[in-house]
């Protein structure tokens, strides 16, 4: 397709090949350490569940017990396939024992670690084998009662009540949303667990547990098959428990997950070592079940200004992109993110964010792009606010986003109500449908605004790419060229959770998932 | 011919009523939901409603099923309660503004020496929006934050801080000035932390020793106070107001 930004695709390879060496790079130290909450992944899917009785979740005990005995570089499959030789127990009933205090799974006898991956493997082949069963229903809906047309509308519910999220989420599905993404509550991207059970209190969100996941995708399989269209179930792989809650999101057929390399460290001040870490294991989860995930560049622009730092969102994209290649992760899994965020007052924004919108797609064409509403400048102003949503939806159409988060008219003011929710939905509708063909229609003149700003933007997130090869992802991190944050390598949290693998570690799932394990 | 009739009714300050195109129309609009079923009956129900909240001649312009069980309403009436505007009194944050310049020369003309504010999103609060537009070098719309204000150093910790920790760097920088912000106000989770942060800072023997702002969407300078802080900014604040509301409070208590 010929670019209508008429974009150098020599630019584009050279930023992306950059970009690769980055990750790649990244890999190395990677594929040399795990964390407490990889591991702790590794039982969820091993069907280890359940808290004991000072509500620790079962995972927590066992891996809080193995790294106080300091197994942890060893992983936590040997000594689990090791304790299951052993004692003749299952996953669940090993960790019960030790959450009861009758069990020291480290002064067990020892067999080597080729015994206890073969002692292990039926339990992980019948991990495997669930989580596979969860994409084929996934497939099986998208074959019998299909899908909406992309942009897919999406949208969030967030009452705190996972029973509340249903009603709300159950009323967006019948309003036209494709998408439901169920906030978190506020902060538990820093809690170093995942809480356990259905859950009806939280500020700004309500809890991500395995239960809530599983009553919500009961609700919206329900209304799936009621409006006939399969309705897609986000939540947050993010925080301290990146890849546990990837594991659930696979377990519980979640569609889409916010799962992004860099977020945590810049936003909620996560150790880089430890969200590098994290990222990989849970990207090669979500790569492995169709999961589609979100990054999350759109920050950056509400910490940053979004027309001056457009760059570092295109250079962000393309690590993210890399990243997840090098977790098997498919192009069309992969929901790159961006935002209309720049301010309402700028002479041609609009052309701008047009343009930006056009150059993502045109460089990622195969990627399934997120795009984000204005939040930073909306204001209270609910009436102004429904016209830069409007923009922006006439901007997604136009450029071909595929997941379209809403922007609700009541943004800056309170977690949507029901009928903000239905108007932001009939407001896209509306301008999809009056203007579904724009883009195919209209091409740009010659260097004008809208062509040289996408030129301009793409050579400066070349350039810094090439800066951040020279320098290192963390250094640069350090330096603050990403959302304007800068972030020490050794500070933020949860650095005390990642340790160096020893010899003998093993991850069973790893080489599976990314194996494609059938 | 018959004479023009243009007398324009004056306002009555003592007895104010909404304004649609008609003085003391009392022109409202509203928009809510009800749960109950989309028909003429749920229609009713908005006018009655409409009705006690001191509408007269409810009018339902618009009704929307929402899901079952639920009605989406636009109605518009006229208000019949009037409010006396002439006995208002509202607490404000009263200082004059400076710009960011004349700031610099404040300090340099009457404090001489630097001013040192330390600022963060506290408790489990995430939004880093409002500390940013007033703390970061770029600021906001235009506006500068204190970063680049001469004679301040700003140190901005960002969000999700404890309030404890808050106070821990205000004591080690030795800081004139605390920022809290504040943006998720859901189930009123801002006033907890807000009331906790000030008991901290009492508890530390602090809370005299430094000025204590709050800001946020939903922060009135009356509520502020009410908590036990030195001023409360809401939306529309910028830099310059924060920074000249802590440096001529500086001057005036004298902690030069």
């Known amino acids: 397709m010929k670019s209508k930004l008429n974009l150098d695709p020599k630019v584009i390879d050279s930023a992306r090949s950059c970009a690769a060496r980055i990750a790649e790079s990244m890999q190395e130290f990677i594929d040399r350490h795990t964390t407490v909450s990889t591991e702790r992944t590794i039982l969820r899917l091993l069907g280890v569940d359940g808290i004991d009785e000072v509500e620790t979740p079962l995972p927590n005990v066992v891996v809080d017990q193995i790294k106080d005995a300091g197994g942890l570089p060893r992983g936590v499959a040997y000594w689990m396939g090791n304790a299951m030789i052993q004692t003749g127990k299952s996953p669940q009933e090993i960790a019960e024992e030790m959450a009861a205090g009758n069990l020291d799974i480290t002064k067990l006898p020892l067999a080597s670690a080729k015994e206890a991956e073969e002692k292990i493997m039926p339990t992980v082949l019948d991990a495997l084998k669930k989580i596979r069963q969860q994409t084929e229903k996934r497939n099986q809906y998208l074959e019998t009662i299909g899908e909406g047309r992309k942009p897919y509308l999406y949208v969030i519910v967030a009452t705190g009540n996972i029973y509340e999220d249903v009603v709300q989420a159950q009323a967006a599905a019948r309003q036209g949303a494709d998408i439901i993404a169920v906030i978190r509550t506020t902060a538990q991207s820093l809690l170093d667990y995942v809480p356990y059970g259905p859950t009806t209190e939280g500020f700004g969100g309500t809890y991500a547990t395995q239960e809530n996941f599983r009553i919500m995708r009961k609700a919206l399989d329900e209304v799936g098959e009621e409006v006939g269209r399969y309705i897609r179930l986000c939540n947050y792989s993010s925080g301290m428990c990146m890849p546990e809650i990837a594991a659930m999101g696979a377990l519980e057929r979640l569609d889409v997950m916010l799962n992004d390399a860099l977020y945590g460290i810049l936003f909620r001040d996560i150790n880089m070592q430890r969200t590098l870490v994290d990222q990989y294991f849970s990207r090669v989860i979500i790569g492995y079940c169709d999961i589609i995930f979100n990054s999350g560049e759109d920050n950056y622009l509400t910490t940053d200004d979004a027309y001056e730092a457009a760059h570092t969102v295109l250079a962000s994209q393309f690590i993210n992109e890399q990243f997840a290649v090098l977790a098997n992760v498919k192009e069309e899994q992969m929901g790159l993110g961006h935002a209309f965020e720049m301010d309402p007052d700028i002479e041609n924004g609009f052309l701008y964010e047009l343009s930006q919108a056009i150059m993502a797609k045109e460089i990622f064409p195969n990627a399934n792009l997120k795009y984000m509403p204005p939040t930073k400048f909306m204001t209270g102003n609910i009436f102004k606010g429904q016209i830069q949503d409007a923009l922006f939806n006439l901007i997604a159409v136009w450029s071909g986003q595929s997941l379209q988060l809403l922007g609700m008219l009541t943004e800056a003011i309170h977690t949507p109500h029901m009928h903000d929710r239905y108007l932001s939905i009939e407001n896209a509708q509306y301008i999809f449908n009056n203007a579904r063909d724009i883009g195919s229609e209209v091409e740009f003149k010659e260097g004008g605004i809208i062509q040289e700003r996408a030129q301009f933007v793409l050579a400066e997130a070349d350039k810094l790419l090439h800066v951040i090869e020279e320098e290192g992802l963390f250094s640069t991190i350090e330096q603050g060229k990403f959302g304007g944050v800068k972030r020490p390598r050794d500070g933020g949290k949860g650095l005390e959770g990642v340790c160096v693998k020893d010899d003998e570690y093993f991850n069973p799932f790893i080489p599976l998932m990314l194996g494609g394990a059938k | ?256």
């Open chain 2, 1 to 256: 011919m018959t004479a023009c009739n243009t007398a324009i009714a004056q306002v009555d300050l003592t007895k104010v009523k909404p304004y649609g195109d008609t003085l003391n129309d009392g022109m409202v609009e509203l928009a809510f939901t009800l749960p109950v079923p989309y028909g003429e009956e749920g229609s009713e129900a908005a006018k009655i409603l409409a009705k006690k909240m001191g509408l007269d001649e409810p009018n339902v312009v618009y009704s929307k099923n929402m899901t079952d069980g639920y009605t989406f309403f636009v109605v518009y009436g006229k208000c019949q309660h009037t409010v006396d505007y002439t006995t208002i009194k509202v607490t404000k944050v009263e200082v004059d503004i400076m710009d960011r310049l004349e700031c610099a020369q404040y300090i340099k003309d009457n404090i001489k020496r630097e001013v040192v504010i330390v600022g963060a999103s506290t408790g489990t609060d995430a939004h880093t929006v409002g500390i940013d537009a007033i703390m970061n070098m770029k600021g906001f719309h235009g506006h500068f934050g204190l970063e680049r204000y001469e004679g301040i150093n700003a140190i901005n910790m960002g969000s999700q801080v404890p309030n404890e920790v808050l106070i821990q760097k205000a004591k080690e920088v030795n800081a004139d000035a605390i920022l809290v912000s504040q943006t998720v106000t859901q189930k009123d989770v801002h006033i907890a932390n807000l009331t906790n942060m000030v008991e901290l800072l009492e508890a530390e023997g602090l809370r005299d020793k430094v000025i204590l702002v709050c800001g946020g969407p939903r922060i009135s300078h009356e509520l502020a106070q009410e908590l036990g802080y030195d001023a409360g900014f809401g939306s529309h604040t910028y830099a310059e107001h924060v920074a000249s509301f802590v440096l001529t409070e500086i001057v005036n208590r004298k902690m030069v």
